[in-house]
Every structure is written in structure tokens, then in C-alpha cells.
């Protein structure tokens, strides 16, 4: 059967080839199309158009004032070197209103694995042939994945803030010197485990296959908090004009950690224990702080440290469920690390002097008493919750207790 095109003004270079195209591309290779135009030089065009796309003029009608009239028959050739598109089904679903992540997957599950040659290529396209090959690293779903990263992906999105204005700045403005040199320093040691925490994920993230776009999101988003959390702590210690020390033994761990390149220990040591860890320092700054500015930023990062570590138990729970060997496996990535920090004893003397003159709020005996105490308290309460961590990660309590006896004193 002949189908038949009225190209009514169009002309070649005016719009028609796109026209064509829409037309004769999805006929079979044999299948005719004739074209109509009012146009006598069109008319002539439309026989070379048709030789540069692949399909050949079979018969015209040129009549003394038109219209005229070329029938073309399509050739065997595609535009696209794959095959052709599938028929058009229905798609994701939103739902209230919103398209979740979790939605990608509305036809298929997750793949286990994925070729490491794949592209760039958004889930559900069809690539092309005659692309360049890729070399991902991260090609196995169960190295990386999280049962729930979509929703975290979701999560994420949803509790972005601006440090620049989301922290009541002012009111960091007018604080005794010993308590700004304090905050200082317990915002700098911040700010210097953050850029771990971003280093770490960054890293991984242009290894991960595409065919994976949850963890590309996740992965982004996680270093992008890590961005904000630079960010909001480094302008906390500026503000005050107090200037502080990155220390030497933070840099010594977190060096250490960047020296881990496996993700599932990465998992366990940056977002099992690191910024879990984490998770109650910035609370104790949140509930401690002398003023407004510095506990908003210490509550704000932790909301976003909640997320980084509920995808680190996640991850690890399941990859542990999937493969008991690899609980022994993370147990050897700590104690590789801890080898390697056997010089550090105990937090530095200088965060635990910001930590207790703040929790203390004056310079008076009775009060950095109290303030020690707080400290001492700080310490049992990382500890405590390190173990649930780790318990609700899949270690037993033996091995949970040693793993947390192999964190770092450096808390990240
Ligand atoms: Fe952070
Ligand atoms: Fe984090």
C-alpha cells in the first residue's frame, strides 16, 4: 500500500525532510510513500533528498501546474545504527503528585550486572551501535546497591538547604574570645572531616556503570550535602575572626580512610562509623553551642549524616546478608586501618578543650567541670550508638565491639 504525504508550502531546507522523515522512517524497507507539492523545483529536490537518505524515486508525475507528484520507495537504510524503536507502552506513574525514583523501575527490576562497555545511556533507551567502549568499575549491583536508595535518592532531594542563608549568621557575631576560639576549632575539625566525607563518595562515583542512575543520584547528592557541610562549618570558623588548627591527626585518619578503595569498606568506616559517629558530635554541638548560628549548622548537617548513614547500614546489611564471607572481609578493612593508626590515642586534646569550654559556657571551675563531664558522656553515647549501628549493619555484638574498638579516635 502506498501512503501519501501532501507537503502543502514546505520546502526542502524549510522543514520538509523533517516531514518526510516523520513519515517514511517507521515504513518497512519496500513499503512507498508518494509525496505531493505544488512546487516544480521541489518536485526535482525531492529526488535527491530521497538518494541521500537511503531510499530511491520509483515514479513522478509532473503535470503542466501541478500538483506533482514523487513516489519514493523506502530504503532498507536507518538513520539510527540500532534497532528499531519498540512499540510505545505506558510509562512510569506519578503518584500524588510526585514521580518517585523508586518509579525508574516501574518495568524491571534492578539488572545484577551490567556490561562495562555501556555508555551513557538513560534507562530504558535503545543505544546506538558504533559508540565508544567505557571501562566502568563498578559494574555489580550488589557491590553498591541499597534496597532503598531510590527513596533516599527522594529524600535527599527534598531536604536540600542554602548555606548561605538558612543559618542565623549574626548571631555568631559577638562572642567572648575563649569561646570563639573554642567554636573555631571544633568547626574546623568539622570542616576537615567533611572533605573526607566528600572525597570518599566522589571518588566512587565516576566508576559507577550508568545503567545504575539511582546510585549516580545518590552518590551526587551525598557529595553535594558534603559540599554544603564544607561550606556551612568553614564559615562558622571564619566568621568570629578566630583563627583555629586543621590537625595533623585528623589528616593521618582520614588519609588512612581515603587509602580504602573497596565501596562496601568505604560503607562500613565513612558511613557506618565516620558519620555515624558523627552523627552525635553534631548533636552535642546542636545541644551545646553558645550561640544560634553554630547549632543550626550542627542540626542541619545532621539531618543530611542521618541519610548518609541509614545508605551505609543499608549497604551493608545487605551485602553481608547476600554474602556472609564478606562480614570477615570488613572486619579485615578496619583492622587494615587501624594498623595503620596505631600512633593516635584518644581524640585531640585541642577538640576535647573546644568541646568541654562550650558545653561548660564560661571559663569557671564548676562549670568546665560539668563540661567535662559532658565530653566523658559524649563518648559513652558515640560508643553505645556505634554498636547499634554496627548491630543494625549485621555484626554480632563480639564483633561489633570490636569494630568499634578499632575506630578511629579521630571519630571519622
Ligand atoms: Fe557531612
Ligand atoms: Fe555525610
Request: charged share 20%; proline share 6%.
Amino acid at each position: 500500500m502506498t501512503r501519501e504525504l501532501d507537503a502543502g508550502a514546505l520546502e526542502l531546507g524549510g522543514g520538509l525532510e523533517v516531514l518526510l522523515a516523520a513519515s517514511i522512517d517507521p515504513m518497512q524497507p519496500g513499503a512507498r510513500l508518494l509525496v505531493r507539492t505544488p512546487s516544480r523545483a521541489t518536485a526535482y529536490e525531492l529526488h535527491g533528498w530521497a538518494r541521500r537518505a537511503g531510499h530511491r524515486a520509483v515514479a513522478e508525475r509532473l503535470p503542466d501546474g501541478g500538483p506533482y507528484e514523487l513516489e519514493i520507495e523506502r530504503g532498507a537504510h536507518r538513520g539510527v545504527l540500532a534497532d528499531p524503536l519498540p512499540a510505545r507502552a505506558s510509562g512510569p506513574k506519578p503518584a500524588d503528585g510526585r514521580m518517585r525514583t523508586s518509579e525508574l523501575r516501574w518495568q524491571a527490576e534492578v539488572p545484577a550486572s551490567t556490561p562495562a562497555s555501556c555508555g551513557f545511556a538513560p534507562l530504558g533507551s535503545i543505544p546506538e551501535l558504533g559508540a565508544p567502549r567505557f571501562d566502568w568499575t563498578l559494574n555489580d549491583r550488589d557491590r553498591i546497591w541499597a534496597d532503598d536508595v531510590a527513596e533516599l535518592v527522594d529524600q535527599a532531594g527534598a531536604a536540600q538547604w542554602d548555606a548561605a542563608s538558612a543559618v542565623p549568621w549574626d548571631a555568631a557575631l559577638e562572642l567572648p574570645e575563649f569561646m570563639e576560639r573554642a567554636v573555631s576549632q571544633v568547626m574546623t575539625f568539622i570542616a576537615q572531616n567533611e572533605y573526607a566525607a566528600l572525597y570518599v563518595p566522589a571518588r566512587f562515583l565516576p566508576g559507577v556503570n550508568p545503567a545504575f542512575p539511582e546510585m549516580v543520584m545518590w552518590l551526587s547528592r551525598h557529595v553535594h550535602d558534603e559540599a554544603r557541610h564544607i561550606e556551612v562549618f568553614t564559615k562558622r570558623s571564619l566568621i568570629g575572626g578566630q583563627a583555629s588548627y586543621s590537625l595533623a591527626s585528623t589528616e593521618l585518619s582520614l588519609h588512612s580512610l581515603l587509602e580504602e578503595h573497596d565501596f562496601s569498606g568505604c560503607a562500613l568506616l565513612l558511613n557506618v562509623l565516620g558519620e555515624g559517629t558523627f552523627l552525635d558530635l553534631l548533636q552535642f554541638v546542636d545541644q551545646h553551642a553558645p550561640d544560634a548560628a553554630t547549632r543550626a549548622a550542627a542540626a542541619l548537617a545532621h539531618r543530611d549524616e542521618v541519610r548518609h548513614v541509614h545508605f551505609g547500614i543499608s549497604h551493608v546489611r545487605r551485602r553481608i546478608a547476600l554474602d556472609p564471607a564478606e562480614r570477615a572481609a570488613l572486619v579485615a578493612v578496619a583492622e587494615r586501618r587501624a594498623s595503620k593508626l596505631t600512633q593516635m590515642s584518644g581524640l585531640s586534646p585541642l577538640l576535647v578543650e573546644g568541646l568541654t569550654i562550650m558545653a561548660a559556657g564560661s571559663l569557671q571551675p564548676a562549670e568546665l567541670s560539668h563540661g567535662a563531664d559532658a565530653v566523658k558522656g559524649l563518648m559513652k553515647t558515640m560508643e553505645t550508638n556505634r554498636l547499634k549501628r554496627l548491630a543494625a549493619a549485621g555484626f554480632d555484638p563480639q564483633t561489633a565491639q570490636y569494630l568499634s574498638d578499632l575506630h578511629t579516635p579521630n571519630l571519622m
